[in-house]
């Protein structure tokens, strides 16, 4: 069955000593009054629910999937999942980071983000549950009506309602320019929405009292494309006179998609026939108030793959040091045994190593994106909150396509530890390298995420956000290059700040000539800049490693240790990711289409 203890000791110190939280918060009036000590004991709460509840559940939820009962068009959950999702509900973890005033406890997004790469390590399909239901909650609270707001928020809030996101259909997949489902007006203010949307997460299920559906739809008079896109809310049961659920709406699952993962969750061809839906923000630009909801879900995709990485991690570990094969090449390290653990092999350490450095690093990458979102909304100085808003809309793609990328690679050298007994069901770690596969294809595939980093969020403002970003790199580095101790870091982490900077020049002069370089060229640009964010945080911790290695807590040791071979054996992937960019389009567009 494996297990799952939650990082505390490493999310403390990302967040009280590489990012000092408790001094963040007393910059922001909303959370001025929370403490480390706070922090630490809610998340100490979380991981005991995670562990306890949640985890046991995982297995259980990828043997039994969903079951859909074609004559009542109702979903059943797996064994536990109803019940776990209640303890959920009782214990208020949904309202943690939500507005006070609609009932949530209003603590940091920053806290919200650890406990929720707990609940993924636990049990990734469970947690999309209520992970989309907090994206409904963003997008309506950014862009509801007070009416809207007031009738659905605090049930969002308190967990009695769920949500979901129903965008693509199955002829438009990320083209969202090309959906077809109708949103008809009605006298009383209301739409009559026709259409079929495919791939939702969540999409039917008993686990709530309601579903709360944010529907994207055309208005009859709609203009052609993405400007001519609506959003709405569709509820399962419309609400009656006293906000409680009343007549079913015409909005069904018509089938669950076979997945190769997340069998857990249910994921669903929803259909509707003319259901009732109201409008929320203004005609024709949905997809404004959905991008509040999808760029949430981004930074959850990210944080899914991180909690894949993690868990896969531990159990590989314990395998490692468990199972007996061969004897080290240096000689015998267990004398005793018939052999020695295979821990001793220098492979199988690569392997872990590169779990546990993609572990480390997301973690840090994904913290503090998640306290320049508590800035960007919080902080009482303007300008602050703007800066945070710029590095956050230029980092959000990183955060989802570089850890979810990363989560690929070390579920799969995590499966590989276990030679053939990985590939077996009964060990568990197969189960994650299927379930981080969705995770690099859904809420925009990694390469719409590479083409948005590139092509909208630095190209478009000629690199101005990407600039800022590397202005800290570059203060960080001059800050301690006379540090000899930090050489074998900083060196490092000032050579791919240049690199990115060329690279980016470079192909934004040949993108004035041929747009196919930028499509060439973001992909592998995208891992390039997402290596120099993982170097920036990793040169951050081992900075605060190194003054503490003497402390007598071999946590920094370990620390230091994964820094180095972060920089040694994983940061020089960018050699060959700047040459691929580098390479142009004519490589790629040279063969003509029916000769492929």
């Given at each position: 069955?494996?297990?799952?203890?939650?990082?505390?000791?490493?999310?403390?110190?990302?967040?009280?000593?590489?990012?000092?939280?408790?001094e963040e918060?007393?910059?922001?009036?909303?959370?001025?009054?929370?403490?480390k000590?706070?922090?630490n004991?809610?998340?100490?709460?979380?991981?005991k629910?995670?562990?306890?509840v949640?985890?046991?559940?995982n297995?259980?939820?990828?043997?039994?999937g969903?079951?859909?009962?074609?004559?009542?068009?109702?979903?059943?959950?797996?064994?536990?999942?109803?019940?776990?999702?209640?303890?959920?509900v009782?214990?208020?973890?949904?309202?943690?980071?939500?507005?006070?005033?609609?009932?949530?406890?209003?603590?940091?997004?920053?806290?919200?983000?650890?406990?929720?790469?707990?609940?993924?390590?636990a049990?990734?399909?469970?947690?999309?549950y209520?992970?989309?239901?907090?994206?409904a909650?963003?997008?309506?609270?950014?862009?509801?009506?007070?009416?809207q707001?007031?009738?659905?928020?605090?049930?969002?809030?308190?967990?009695?309602?769920?949500?979901?996101?129903?965008?693509?259909e199955?002829?438009?997949g990320?083209?969202?320019g090309?959906l077809?489902t109708?949103?008809?007006?009605?006298?009383?203010?209301?739409?009559?929405?026709?259409?079929?949307?495919?791939?939702?997460?969540?999409?039917?299920?008993?686990?709530?009292?309601?579903?709360?559906?944010?529907?994207?739809?055309?208005?009859?008079?709609?203009?052609?494309?993405t400007k001519?896109?609506?959003?709405?809310?569709v509820?399962?049961?419309?609400?009656?006179a006293?906000?409680?659920?009343?007549?079913?709406?015409?909005?069904?699952?018509g089938?669950?998609?076979?997945?190769?993962?997340?069998?857990?969750?249910?994921?669903?061809?929803?259909?509707?026939?003319?259901?009732?839906?109201?409008?929320?923000?203004?005609?024709?630009?949905?997809?404004?108030?959905?991008?509040?909801?999808?760029?949430?879900?981004r930074?959850?995709v990210g944080?899914?793959?991180?909690?894949?990485?993690?868990?896969?991690?531990?159990?590989?570990?314990?395998?490692?040091?468990?199972?007996?094969?061969m004897?080290?090449l240096?000689?015998?390290?267990?004398?005793?045994?018939?052999?020695?653990?295979?821990?001793?092999?220098?492979?199988?350490?690569?392997m872990?190593?590169?779990?546990?450095?993609?572990a480390?690093?997301?973690?840090?990458?994904?913290?503090?994106?998640?306290?320049?979102?508590?800035?960007?909304l919080?902080?009482?100085?303007?300008?602050?909150?703007?800066?945070?808003a710029?590095?956050?809309?230029?980092?959000?793609?990183?955060?989802?396509?570089?850890?979810?990328?990363?989560?690929?690679?070390?579920?799969?050298?995590?499966?590989?530890?276990?030679?053939g007994?990985?590939?077996?069901?009964?060990?568990g770690?197969?189960?994650y390298?299927r379930?981080?596969?969705?995770?690099?294809?859904?809420?925009?595939?990694?390469?719409i995420?590479?083409?948005?980093?590139?092509?909208?969020?630095?190209?478009?403002?000629?690199?101005?956000?990407?600039?800022?970003?590397?202005?800290?790199?570059?203060?960080?580095?001059?800050?301690?290059?006379?540090?000899?101790?930090?050489?074998?870091?900083?060196?490092?982490?000032?050579?791919i700040?240049?690199?990115?900077?060329?690279?980016?020049?470079?192909?934004?002069?040949?993108?004035?000539?041929?747009?196919?370089?930028?499509?060439?060229?973001?992909?592998?640009y995208?891992?390039?800049?997402?290596?120099?964010?993982?170097?920036?945080?990793?040169?951050?911790?081992?900075?605060?490693?190194?003054?503490?290695?003497?402390?007598?807590?071999?946590?920094y040791k370990?620390?230091?240790?994964?820094?180095?071979?972060?920089?040694q054996?994983?940061?020089p992937?960018?050699?060959?990711?700047?040459?691929?960019?580098r390479?142009?389009?004519?490589?790629?567009?040279?063969?003509e289409?029916?000769?492929?």
């Amino acid at each position: 069955m494996g297990q799952y203890i939650a990082p505390l000791r490493d999310m403390q110190f990302v967040l009280h000593e590489m990012l000092n939280v408790e001094e963040e918060f007393k910059q922001l009036p909303a959370h001025a009054e929370i403490d480390k000590d706070t922090a630490n004991q809610i998340l100490d709460e979380g991981s005991k629910f995670a562990s306890e509840v949640l985890f046991p559940l995982n297995r259980v939820g990828d043997h039994e999937g969903c079951r859909l009962d074609k004559e009542t068009r109702k979903v059943q959950t797996p064994t536990g999942f109803k019940e776990a999702y209640q303890q959920y509900v009782d214990a208020g973890w949904p309202s943690l980071s939500c507005d006070p005033e609609f009932g949530g406890q209003g603590l940091p997004i920053v806290i919200n983000n650890a406990f929720y790469e707990m609940l993924n390590s636990a049990n990734q399909a469970w947690t999309m549950y209520p992970g989309l239901s907090h994206g409904a909650y963003e997008a309506i609270h950014a862009h509801g009506t007070p009416e809207q707001k007031a009738l659905y928020l605090p049930k969002l809030v308190s967990g009695e309602w769920t949500g979901t996101m129903c965008l693509t259909e199955p002829h438009c997949g990320t083209d969202l320019g090309l959906l077809r489902t109708k949103a008809e007006p009605q006298a009383d203010g209301s739409f009559r929405i026709t259409g079929g949307k495919i791939f939702i997460s969540a999409g039917e299920h008993e686990m709530s009292k309601n579903i709360v559906h944010l529907v994207l739809a055309r208005l009859p008079d709609a203009p052609a494309g993405t400007k001519g896109i609506s959003l709405f809310i569709v509820p399962k049961y419309v609400p009656g006179a006293n906000g409680e659920p009343g007549e079913r709406n015409p909005i069904f699952c018509g089938a669950l998609e076979e997945k190769m993962g997340i069998h857990g969750n249910s994921t669903c061809q929803m259909n509707l026939d003319g259901a009732t839906g109201w409008l929320i923000g203004e005609p024709n630009k949905g997809l404004n108030a959905m991008f509040v909801m999808m760029n949430a879900a981004r930074l959850g995709v990210g944080m899914q793959s991180l909690g894949l990485t993690e868990v896969a991690y531990q159990n590989a570990v314990t395998y490692a040091k468990d199972r007996l094969q061969m004897r080290s090449l240096s000689g015998p390290k267990a004398p005793e045994k018939a052999a020695d653990p295979i821990i001793v092999h220098p492979d199988v350490r690569r392997m872990l190593l590169t779990a546990r450095a993609y572990a480390e690093g997301g973690r840090a990458f994904s913290a503090y994106i998640a306290l320049q979102i508590d800035r960007e909304l919080n902080h009482p100085d303007e300008e602050v909150r703007k800066e945070a808003a710029d590095e956050v809309a230029l980092l959000t793609p990183i955060i989802k396509a570089f850890l979810t990328d990363n989560g690929w690679i070390a579920t799969s050298e995590c499966m590989q530890v276990y030679g053939g007994h990985g590939f077996i069901s009964e060990w568990g770690m197969e189960q994650y390298v299927r379930d981080a596969r969705i995770n690099m294809i859904y809420e925009g595939t990694n390469t719409i995420q590479s083409l948005d980093l590139l092509g909208r969020k630095i190209l478009m403002d000629n690199g101005a956000k990407l600039r800022k970003f590397g202005e800290k790199v570059k203060a960080f580095v001059e800050e301690n290059g006379t540090d000899e101790a930090m050489s074998e870091f900083i060196t490092p982490l000032g050579d791919i700040g240049d690199k990115v900077g060329k690279l980016t020049m470079e192909i934004g002069m040949k993108a004035f000539q041929n747009q196919d370089e930028v499509g060439a060229a973001a992909v592998p640009y995208l891992r390039v800049a997402g290596h120099m964010v993982f170097a920036y945080f990793f040169a951050r911790m081992a900075k605060i490693a190194l003054e503490k290695q003497d402390s007598g807590d071999s946590f920094y040791k370990a620390k230091l240790a994964t820094a180095r071979f972060y920089f040694q054996r994983l940061l020089p992937e960018t050699a060959m990711l700047i040459r691929q960019a580098r390479s142009g389009s004519a490589n790629l567009m040279a063969l003509e289409a029916d000769l492929f």
